[in-house]
């Protein structure tokens, strides 16, 4: 097989089928589709099964749920192919994506090709390209340059399923999602595959169409966002950055606004009149001297500034005063205007 084609599933039974067939109707029949049940509850297992008993190129692996980044994971244990795609359950591919991009893959001997996507919005009904900064063959350093404000107003360096990747990098280096996330795993898997990758050609047709309305995973249902772990992401784009020689003045400003604004939205979170607590919660962050150096206290938000400007100075009893008088003040307001 040339091509191997990982979809992890949880309760997608009402795309599955359309999402399926478009890989199936692939003009480039030289693949393998390798469907993760990840404990669906739905009847995805039996659709998933039903195409596997038509097609020979498929394979379904049913697992206990365990999350998404466990499920890819599987997925490229199992895969043979000489190229890897990632594609969701709840998505669907144009016809001739595979063709496509095998060909440009052969034709520029490509290390992972980045395209354009298509996000549709199920519950609002439209849709929106989004659009790549480059097009063509690019060496990796220029997708370097600028790769920060890229990723924070598009996020198309860290979406799992516009790329097209040579699989040998991922087996050299033993690439793998990490499965203690539940939020931009994608990225954090990406972050570390950028450091290897020498080319990247950027393909400026939407052959994807991401569909937005579904979890990915039931292990990210009930969950509350972890805004120190997705800080520790953006720790480790900082970090790749570096590794590229491309943590410029521009890079850095955005990685460190973006972390800022994680501390900020978890300071938020874990605020609830409790002082000690509070106050426990705080010392995370002053523990932690990869968050403190990067605290940027520019932000457009004054009152941001000023607390970042106390944390700086570990004066945690201000900043505990300063969000007991905001938080109370909301709560009052808010029942008056019951």
Known sequence: MNVSIIMPVYNKEKYLDKSIKSILNQTYRNFELIIVNDGSTDNSSYICH???QEDSRI??????????SNARNIGIKNANGQYVQFIDGDDYIDEDMIESLVNLSEKYNTDIIITAIKKIDLKLKKSREVVLPFSGLKSVDDMMDNFAQVQKETGIYGCVSNKFIRKSIIDKYNL???KKLWL????DFYLELYKYVTNVYFCNKSYYSYVQETEN???TSNKKHDYLQQAEIILKEKEMLNFKNALNENNLNVVNSVITDFIMSY??????????HFIKDLDVIIRNDKFMSSIDCNSSNKFTNKIMKLLLKYKKTS??????TRTLLRDIYRKIKK
């Open 50 to 52: 039903r195409f596997e």
């Open 59 to 68: 394979k379904v692996i049913d697992i206990e749920n365990n999350g998404v």
């Open 176 to 178: 793998k999602f990490d």
């Open 184 to 187: 931009a795993e994608d990225l």
């Open 217 to 219: 995973s039931s292990t």
């Open 267 to 276: 300071i938020h979170q874990r605020f609830d009149y409790n002082y000690k």
């Open 319 to 324: 900043i505990y005063i300063l969000f007991f």
